[in-house]
């Protein structure tokens, strides 16, 4: 890690991966450039003519080959194991090798999981990375999580949410002593389904600053800094505030259409949908409870939100939110037993 | 049942129920008497007090006795057993002696559920009262349920939901042959929690429209009729939506101030809010599965409010909604032998 050592964070960057690959990728990476390292990973002609393209010659960027792309909807783990030198499966070994201090991928959120799992490994009491961070431009110091995979869980997995997201909170967003709050049904101890009445008193004594249970219009408000459900949950709430941002600007298109000039509508409309567009205001996040920094990004990316991505990136290397986030959970463990 | 004879709906109102009971309970039920017969259910002394400050004189509206009020709060079951001649209880008997058509009560919904559940009973196939309707005005003509207490669901509640809502969708927003969806993390079948994975081949087999699952974002596009989820992804839903739509309305506020009359700006945001919060909009709705027809309300509601849930009921009762939900059931536990 090159915490205080004034080198450049160096973060390996899928060339091969998302819609708009190579060139908005390629374009993002010399962008980023002017403040971090980026290794552009994939066929390295292909990239050098993407390259030739920008104006990228001082700045601090190498290309890595790699053979093969695992594209959007093949199977992850069968392909990865097919494909072993597909880009996505190469940057996560040069951030293993100590090469990369991260990775980035736009391409197959599952191909990006599998090869974090399977080469990174995954941290010391977590099963499956967790997805998460904030969903609403709303509630900035607010992050909802798990928002990826975790579909089936049971109280243990909540409370590891807890703990990812409160240091997620502190190293990513900057808040000290982070509230931790389970989405419920009503506020009461004792209201909800099986999980969260169990998970309750997991909460209760775990150490975390718990304030209890919030309800779906708290949310906004950021009544929690850290908002835990399962993956289920957060999933549907994440896909569902993007599509009602984009309705209600749709409306408001039409609603204002006449009564404001052209451009004022489009820029309101532009904020709201950012506002309630977390991947496209964040251009990512990083897969928590992976030992190695993984940032996944949407597949619709373009070079603004790769820049984004790759700062991600570059934030949690500085932070140290990995080595935080096993400290975390140790101190965590070792209070239960 | 009414329907057909000519002869008015009558629908038993408890007066007491509500922040603004009974003041606005009276008067939204003098303004709904235009179209329908309203009972008012509560201490008639005080309910003729408020009747003398209206021009009722010429309306159908009669007054039963009831002595009693179960508040917000009180644990419902305990409260009915301890007070049965409360205003809830009384305007439930109502409904089933004949004396009324339907019911309604802006006060504890739980207290409600409990009256509806043990005096009018649930419909055979249904274990508890499922709320639900439209959530969105975005779309109109999709109703969301459960979003209410049904929180840890097994796959044939998800079907009972589904069938509840066809005839939701059939009978009060007039939709032929209602398309129906699971809400899910995925579109594809094998995707999603263990309940809904469980739930897709039952969905399948059901003889319903079935489209398959559905994912958040998809939400306000209206992509089905009827969107099934258990009542803890629904109620959380739901409150998201009212808290989501409140906050851009106050973004919209400040980002509109001084860029147009302010009565504009308090028109297109009143408008976002009453597109973003159901019950505003529809004034509340049929709890459904119950042998009757009894309208929850929101507590906060005012006069407008009780006139939309007056007409609710009527609806439901015009539209043979109850009779409609038992044949549909009994048709589904026969496909299922």
């Known amino acids: 890690m090159p915490e205080g050592d004034g080198r450049l964070v160096r973060v390996a960057v899928d060339a091969m991966g998302g819609d708009y690959a190579p060139g908005e990728i390629v374009k993002g990476g010399v962008l980023a450039a002017e403040e971090t390292e980026v290794i552009l990973v994939g066929p390295v002609d292909t990239i050098e003519a993407e390259l030739a393209k920008q104006n990228a010659m001082h700045l601090p960027i190498r290309c890595v080959q790699a053979d093969e792309v695992i594209a959007d909807g093949e199977p992850p783990a069968m392909s990865l194991r097919q494909k072993p030198n597909a880009s996505v499966a190469v940057a996560a070994r040069l951030v293993r090798a100590g090469e990369a201090d991260a990775m980035l991928s736009a391409g197959s959120t599952g191909a990006l999981v599998a090869s974090a799992l399977q080469i990174l490994g995954a941290s010391e009491g977590i099963d499956r990375p967790v997805a998460g961070g904030p969903i609403l431009g709303f509630a900035p110091k607010t992050v909802i999580l798990d928002a990826g995979g975790n579909v089936d869980c049971k109280p243990h997995h909540l409370l590891s949410f807890a703990i990812v997201g409160c240091v997620y909170a502190?190293?990513?967003?900057?808040?000290?002593?982070?509230?931790?709050?389970?989405?419920?049904?009503?506020?009461?101890?004792?209201?909800?389904?099986?999980?969260?009445?169990?998970?309750?008193?997991?909460?209760?004594?775990?150490?975390?600053?718990?304030?209890?249970?919030?309800?779906?219009?708290?949310?906004?408000?950021?009544?929690?800094?850290?908002?835990?459900?399962?993956?289920?949950?957060?999933?549907?709430?994440?896909?569902?505030?993007?599509?009602?941002?984009?309705?209600?600007?749709?409306?408001?298109?039409?609603?204002?259409?006449?009564?404001?000039?052209?451009?004022?509508?489009?820029?309101?409309?532009?904020?709201?949908?950012?506002?309630?567009?977390?991947?496209?205001?964040?251009?990512?996040?990083?897969?928590?409870?992976?030992?190695?920094?993984?940032?996944?990004?949407?597949?619709?990316?373009?070079?603004?939100?790769?820049?984004?991505?790759?700062?991600?990136?570059?934030?949690?290397?500085?932070?140290?939110?990995?080595?935080?986030?096993?400290?975390?959970?140790?101190?965590?463990?070792?209070?239960?037993?």
Request: net charge negative; with cysteine.
């Open 170 to 337: 502190q190293k990513m967003l900057g808040v000290t002593n982070p509230t931790v709050a389970l989405l419920n049904v009503g506020a009461e101890e004792g209201k909800g389904n099986e999980l969260v009445r169990e998970s309750y008193p997991l909460f209760v004594e775990s150490g975390l600053n718990f304030i209890g249970n919030i309800e779906g219009n708290d949310i906004p408000y950021g009544r929690a800094n850290v908002i835990v459900c399962d993956g289920f949950v957060g999933n549907i709430l994440l896909k569902f505030t993007e599509g009602l941002g984009e309705s209600v600007s749709r409306w408001l298109r039409t609603s204002l259409g006449g009564r404001l000039p052209p451009s004022d509508i489009e820029s309101l409309c532009d904020e709201l949908v950012s506002l309630t567009n977390a991947a496209d205001t964040f251009g990512g996040g990083p897969l928590l409870g992976i030992n190695g920094v993984a940032v996944v990004m949407h597949g619709h990316s373009r070079a603004p939100q790769v820049v984004r991505g790759i700062l991600q990136a570059k934030m949690a290397v500085e932070s140290g939110l990995v080595a935080t986030l096993s400290s975390e959970l140790a101190r965590i463990r070792e209070r239960r037993r």
